[in-house]
């Protein structure tokens, strides 16, 4: 129980942080790839009933890249996965053709994530990348336990001089 409340407010620490200097807001927008969905199914974690208990009112939203990423896999495993992706809202992504996951959370982000963004991935590489952009709060499965990432190393340095 302990560590619910310890866990809880390090995520209220991190959103605040996001809110005074990046003007994120509640309800936060949460953009969730397939590798997210297929870890949440692995490990039983209800991505709706959890995600508002850990960071508070939420949208869940994914793109159709992101969708079309994961119905192009065709495996029959990620076919849960698919589903609770295809249930979430649909953030607009503007790719006429559709282009990787990774490569269209990144397009969206770009310019100091002006949408707000959430990113909730299990992609090591696309959470590593991101990293490098200020302002994205990133957001993974470790073990069966949702987890903010604290602001990136550039995160902090940028906002250091900002004030």
Do not use: W
């Not at 310890?6 to 969730?32: C, D, E, T, W």
């Not at 039983?44 to 949208?59: A, D, H, L, R």
């Not at 559709?98 to 959370?105: D, E, Q, S, T």
């Amino acid at each position: 129980k302990k560590m619910k409340v310890k866990r809880q407010k390090r995520v209220a620490k991190i959103l605040k942080y996001f809110h005074l200097n990046f003007g994120f807001r509640k309800p936060f927008n949460m953009l969730v790839d397939g590798t997210f969905c297929a870890g949440c199914l692995e490990a039983k974690v209800n991505i709706k009933e959890q995600m508002p208990k850990y960071v508070g009112e939420v949208n869940l939203v994914t793109t159709g890249c992101c969708i079309t990423e994961i119905e192009s896999i065709g495996s029959p495993q990620l076919y849960g996965a698919t589903l609770i992706l295809k249930s979430m809202t649909l953030f607009r992504c503007g790719h006429k053709t559709p282009v990787g996951a990774g490569k269209c959370i990144k397009s969206l982000v770009k310019n100091g994530n002006p949408h707000h963004l959430i990113i909730a991935s299990q992609d090591p590489e696309l959470r590593e990348s991101l990293r490098n952009i200020p302002g994205i709060p990133l957001l993974y499965l470790h073990g069966n336990s949702p987890t903010l990432e604290k602001p990136s190393e550039l995160t902090e340095n940028l906002t250091e001089t900002i004030s």
